[in-house]
């Protein structure tokens, strides 16, 4: 079993020092998803959900929430974004999210797609939740990730 990284030598948890690591430009996707019923993507469709417009203000509370992850993810390193874009699809059957992030540094930006992600993924919930209470959130993953070490992208049995 590889070692886990975030144990100093005494076995303590400590922040990974990146200092030795090299600078380059990375990116990470990340995707999720809010299942609604029909009747709540025709209200989100025809603008009549209560608290206005969810996909929009998911798209911005997801950026939001992206920039904060240092805060939020006790061991993340502080970075400086150079993109953090979300989206947001609506489908029959709910809401498609994508966060894509972006920076050029010494660390990943895997953490800040996936907040972005699952903070515009909660707020489509509390946009929504007035009109509908079994909503899902379902599917969160990293979809790609490049830059430093390894490459990455899921395969679709992932």
Not at 29 to 51: C, D, N, Q, W, Y
């Amino acid at each position: 079993m590889k070692e886990l990284s975030h144990y100093d030598k005494e076995g303590r948890i400590s922040m990974v020092d990146v200092s030795e690591k090299e600078t380059t430009r990375r990116t990470a996707v990340a995707t999720g998803f809010v299942e609604l019923s029909a009747e709540t993507v025709g209200l989100i469709r025809t603008k009549e959900t209560p608290k206005g417009d969810p996909l929009e203000i998911a798209r911005i509370a997801g950026i939001m929430g992206g920039k904060k992850t240092a805060e939020l993810i006790p061991l993340c390193h502080q970075l400086a974004l150079a993109k953090l874009d979300v989206t947001a699809e609506l489908r029959d059957d709910g809401v498609l999210l994508t966060a894509t992030a972006v920076t050029t540094d010494r660390t990943g930006v895997e953490m800040e797609a996936l907040t972005a992600v699952s903070v515009a993924a909660l707020t489509i919930y509390d946009m929504c939740k007035a009109v509908q209470k079994d909503i899902a959130i379902t599917g969160i993953r990293l979809v790609e990730k490049t830059g430093g070490k390894k490459d990455y992208t899921a395969t679709s049995s992932e």
